[in-house]
């Protein structure tokens, strides 16, 4: 299928949408077919005990590069919501940029499911965590 | 097993913490053997488009209880991290504190599992998201 | 709403149906609004080594409590297929029938969210898995 | 790390343990770093109504796989149970072999965390359902 934004347009929806995520300057780093990497940029704010990026910045940037690829792929008409997320933290997160690189599993009429992968700019090597979930398509 | 904190203690020990959902002011509300129960005060950052309580904020409401729970009947001394967490939205959060509801599935000596149920004092009735998580227990 | 169907003649729809589940002879033991609960009768093909029942046989235990529930509610038209299924394994799942306790977390137009707690007769007051999953509804 | 095991050892250890999976004659068809291949052969007792193969059989081939993964990389003193399974069911599982493709997520004292995707021969470029999962490692 062809894309409906390239990873500016979709940048652009998102922050326009005012979603939570943009607050923190939610950059959209690209997105092709099947596929979108976000960054969320790091600020103190993401830090909890032990000096490491808490789940909930986890959760934001993993669901940013979800609705990334939802709507560079669907379009902004689309009121999709999420449906369901599961988590695995694999090891700490260290302070950085928190990077997010979502995969297209299924582009369902009802359905469409996600796999992201998360890692920090402190060790863009290590995956911190590994998402996956879904979001259900309104209208179908 | 006896507890090692009532709601009050519980709820300075995570406020102390600093961890980033005590910045909401975070209530723990009750807790007894095998359960716990949050409050996450409505903030409007907690909204996104649509003027539904975000899937972030929900997460954070999730995790605290878990937090809660886990902190109550293990005591402070206990550095757990989360491991996993399934989350399932059932039904538009509308805006309003954000409650949470965790009950003990399981207590190993390497993992605690729990369930969450999340609702809104908008409608307490109608449960928003249920989630299934665990804490991985350090020096096991 | 008005259940389809009782638990004999949910029974009767699966066995039918020629699941894989009811080559077990799997029984249906109660349906109410809401609520199903099935008994997967022991077999010996259920153990692994350790002489605990398998992973395998008790997904099959939890599919077939949505299933149930799902059938009893919505009818026999219908031809639901499961979306996503989360399980949590918290005890060993000592040799016995396995009984599995499905509740309607949601019925939506195009998803339906259920939670299944598992336990074997071996042990009835001890939770051997606790279960989230989805079945999603064709035609929607 | 060095692994413990190859395909052939991996597969032997398993099918002497009398699992499950093995009595579908288990194949393990590849084992390298951080990844594990399993092909379950397609029976008849793996199809349910709509000619499709089942849930409990893509779970056998996820969790097969898994347990591949893990005995070929920590050997077989190992009495790692499973503690988290989440699967994402994306398309009709058509009737042949089922392929599972493990890879390691990661290796903690505690918890085995691996991804499985898994496909069947009918249609091997068509992923049927990813799947998310850990095993608890005894004695840690």
Same mark, same amino acid.
């Given at each position: 299928?062809?894309?409906?934004?390239?990873?500016?347009?979709?940048?652009?929806?998102?922050?326009?949408? +005012?979603?939570?995520?943009?607050?923190?300057?939610?950059?959209?780093?690209? +997105?092709?077919?099947?596929?979108?990497?976000?960054?969320?940029?790091?600020?103190?704010?993401?830090?909890?005990?032990?000096? +490491?990026?808490?789940?909930?910045?986890?959760?934001?940037?993993?669901?940013?590069?979800?609705?990334?690829?939802?709507?560079?792929?669907?379009?902004?008409?689309?009121?999709? +919501?999420?449906?369901?997320?599961?988590?695995?933290?694999?090891?700490?997160?260290?302070?950085?940029?928190?990077?997010?690189?979502?995969?297209?599993?299924?582009?369902?009429?009802?359905?469409?499911?996600?796999?992201?992968?998360?890692?920090?700019?402190?060790?863009?090597?290590?995956?911190?965590?590994?998402?996956?979930?879904?979001?259900?398509?309104?209208?179908?």
């Amino acid at each position: 299928m062809e894309l409906k934004f390239d990873a500016a347009g979709t940048q652009a929806l998102i922050r326009g949408g +005012v979603r939570v995520a943009d607050k923190g300057g939610l950059v959209v780093e690209d +997105v092709r077919q099947g596929y979108a990497r976000i960054r969320l940029p790091f600020r103190d704010s993401m830090l909890r005990p032990g000096n +490491v990026i808490s789940g909930p910045a986890l959760f934001t940037a993993a669901d940013s590069a979800m609705y990334a690829l939802v709507l560079s792929h669907l379009g902004p008409a689309l009121m999709a +919501v999420t449906a369901n997320m599961n988590l695995a933290f694999l090891n700490k997160a260290l302070p950085g940029d928190v990077i997010g690189e979502a995969r297209l599993l299924k582009l369902g009429r009802k359905l469409v499911v996600m796999s992201v992968e998360l890692f920090t700019s402190a060790d863009p090597q290590r995956m911190v965590a590994h998402v996956t979930g879904s979001y259900a398509l309104p209208g179908a």
